[in-house]
Structure formats: C-alpha cells, structure tokens
C-alpha cells in the first residue's frame, strides 16, 4: 500500500532564506507527483506536477525533483518570502490505477518571518 | 483563469439528515474526484468518476455515499444519512486527463 511521508511537519524560516521540503514515498511505481499549497481553512493550488519520466520541473522561485527509484521528492523554494507560509503538500498518482486517485502525505507547515 | 467552483463553503447538519454537494468542475474536463479532509489529518480519496460512472472509490465511499452529474456542468457528492464522524472538509477535483487535478475551495460539512 503506497505511504507518503513528509519531512518536517513544520518549518519557520527567516525571509529571503532558501530552503527545501521533502516528500517520500513507498511504492516506486508512480504515475506522476503533484506538489500543492493549502492555506488554513482553503482549498489545494497546485503548484507543480512532474511526471513519473521527469527529473524536475521549476515554476518561478519553486523547484520540484524527483527520483523515482528511490521514491523521494524534494521542493525547493528561493529566497523565500513571508506569503509562501502555508502548508505545502506532496501527492502522488500511483501507476495503473483506473482513473488515478492521488495520496496525500501529511504536509509541511511552513512559516516564512519577515 | 478557469477554476473548481463548490456549494455551499460550509454546511451545518443533524446527524442522520441528507446533504448534497455540489461543484462545478472545469468545463473541458473529463475527470471528476471527490476527497476529504478530516481536522488536522491527510486529504483523503473518496470516489473517481468518468464517462458518467464511478471508476474508482475508496473504502470509506460506503453505500451512504454517491456521485452524480446531474446535468453537463454539475458534480455532486450525496451522503444519506450524516454521522458526525462525516464532518470534514470536502474538495472536489477535476483533470482534463490523467494528469494534473485542479481543486475546488471545498465545502466544510459540520454534523452535529
């Protein structure tokens, strides 16, 4: 059964500072991976999608990797500002499921001071 | 920008009553999610649905549950009879293919 994990749970940064969140998941068999923003009490904006063939994809100041074999994600933000706070959540669509439900991992509360 | 719209943002319910959400996915969409969010946990899958049937449902997608698209822009979610472990922050979610899934701002259902 696929797991995804998130490591930290929460993260408080100073502004401008770079930094890096990560996603891990069991079952390397994947279709693609979508990173998402959640701010309290909304809804999830997708930030970035990779699929199971790529690398990376970048989209502005944010970077998303991935590493298939070893089941891991990492998102990384630049020179972070204090409206990227939110919680940040790592998705994944498992390979050769009908209509491919996504997996959530628990999140990474991110806090970015000014 | 085209985007996941849902009714009501918040419903309020007694437990053993009917509730129906709604949304309104992307237009030239073709795939359609609920999922659910329970306070402080993981967004979880509820139902997959395509071609005007269920493709994919999860364990907790009971028979109090069900889908329908009633018309060509509406989705709905229906729970029969509510009980409070159903309150929950429900999202709606829809793909042009299998690909990237665009989220509605959800629907908070508190049943009391």
């Known amino acids: 059964k696929q797991e995804v994990t998130q490591i930290p749970a929460a993260l408080s940064v100073p502004e401008g500072e770079n930094l890096v969140l990560n996603c891990s998941f069991t079952?390397?068999?994947?279709?693609?991976l979508q990173w998402f923003r959640q701010d309290p009490g909304k809804g999830l904006t997708s930030l970035l999608l990779?699929?199971?063939?790529?690398r990376e994809q970048t989209s502005g100041r944010l970077n998303a990797s991935l590493d298939k074999s070893s089941g891991r994600s990492t998102l990384y933000i630049a020179a972070s500002q204090p409206g990227d706070s939110a919680t940040y959540l790592c998705?994944?669509?498992?390979?050769?499921?009908?209509?491919?439900?996504?997996?959530f991992g628990k999140g990474t509360k991110l806090s970015v001071k000014p | 920008e085209p985007e996941v719209t849902q009714t009501p943002s918040h419903q309020v319910t007694q437990m053993g009553q009917e509730v129906i959400l709604r949304c309104v996915p992307i237009s030239n969409h073709l795939y359609f999610y609920w999922y659910r969010q329970i306070l402080g946990q993981k967004v979880e899958f509820l139902v997959s649905f395509y071609n005007n049937e269920i493709s994919e449902k999860s364990e907790i997608f009971d028979d109090q549950f069900s889908v329908e698209r009633p018309d060509g822009s509406n989705f709905t979610l229906k729970i029969r009879s509510t009980k409070l472990e159903d309150s929950a922050m429900y999202f709606c979610a829809s793909s042009e293919e299998l690909n990237e899934q665009f989220f509605g701002p959800g629907t908070r259902l508190t049943v009391l």
């Open positions: 998705a994944v669509r498992r390979y050769g499921g009908s209509q491919g439900n996504l997996i």
């Open positions: 990779i699929q199971s063939s790529q």
């Open positions: 079952d390397s068999a994947i279709y693609n």
